[in-house]
T-cell receptor, first 112, second 113 residues
Framework: QKEVEQDPGPLSVPEGAIVSLNCTYSNSAFQYFMWYRQYSRKGPELLMYTYSSGNKEDGRFTAQVDKSSKYISLFIRDSQPSDSATYLCAIQLDQGAQKLVFGQGTRLTINP | NAGVTQTPKFRILKIGQSMTLQCAQDMNHNYMYWYRQDPGMGLKLIYYSVGAGITDKGEVPNGYNVSRSTTEDFPLRLELAAPSQTSVYFC????????????FGQGTRLTVV
């Protein structure tokens, strides 16, 4: 079983739609949860970061963590063509650990 | 502010050849990382460094070597290139050890034929 599972998509939605991206993980010891956005032929960039169960909002983006189900989500409201990218979830064991475990990434296209 | 700079951007190697992927950061970050990204597989940690002179293995270190003689530079060496090393390589750096502030370079696309 992979440590982090993410539906690779691709996912294509019309502009303005609400997008839901999801990951599941197997190790309940994981404590830190991140979402990266990666544009084509670019390096990943950190989008959001949380370490507790519940929701965290940043503008049109909401990160949700459910530790009891080992499930994390990223919601994008009022999606824009500029949101078209690959979204990677990443999970870390604890603050001192150097190992970041990435999901496979979901390729998202927002159609104007 | 250049951030994390990787060179070269693209490279084709023949099986058995060697090369060094260069990574430099100008943010005075202590922590630096090398990842590889294969299609549909996410990123996997190859090596990391917590400061000049200190390196350690990540998840997939076989076939690679690193050194960290300065804070700024963290080169990745491939000895005896194999087709399985065809991938996109990303270097990253961070100020904090938990990587939440990690900055990634643009990547090096390597093909081994």
């Amino acid at each position: 079983q992979k440590e982090v599972e993410q539906d690779p998509g691709p996912l294509s939605v019309p502009e303005g739609a609400i997008v839901s991206l999801n990951c599941t993980y197997s190790n309940s010891a994981f404590q830190y949860f991140m979402w990266y956005r990666q544009y084509s032929r670019k390096g990943p960039e950190l989008l959001m970061y949380t370490y507790s169960s519940g929701n965290k909002e940043d503008g049109r983006f909401t990160a949700q963590v459910d530790k009891s189900s080992k499930y994390i989500s990223l919601f994008i409201r009022d999606s824009q063509p500029s949101d078209s990218a690959t979204y990677l979830c990443a999970i870390q064991l604890d603050q001192g650990a150097q190992k970041l475990v990435f999901g496979q990434g979901t390729r998202l296209t927002i159609n104007p | 502010n250049a951030g994390v700079t990787q060179t070269p951007k693209f490279r084709i190697l023949k099986i058995g050849q060697s090369m060094t992927l260069q990574c430099a950061q100008d943010m005075n970050h202590n922590y630096m990382y090398w990842y590889r990204q294969d299609p549909g597989m996410g990123l996997k940690l190859i090596y990391y460094s917590v400061g000049a002179g200190i390196t350690d293995k990540g998840e997939v270190p076989n076939g690679y070597n690193v050194s960290r003689s300065t804070t700024e530079d963290f080169p990745l060496r491939l000895e005896l290139a194999a087709p399985s090393q065809t991938s996109v390589y990303f270097c990253a750096s961070s100020y904090k050890p938990d990587s939440t502030e990690a900055f990634f370079g643009q990547g090096t696309r390597l093909t081994v034929v």
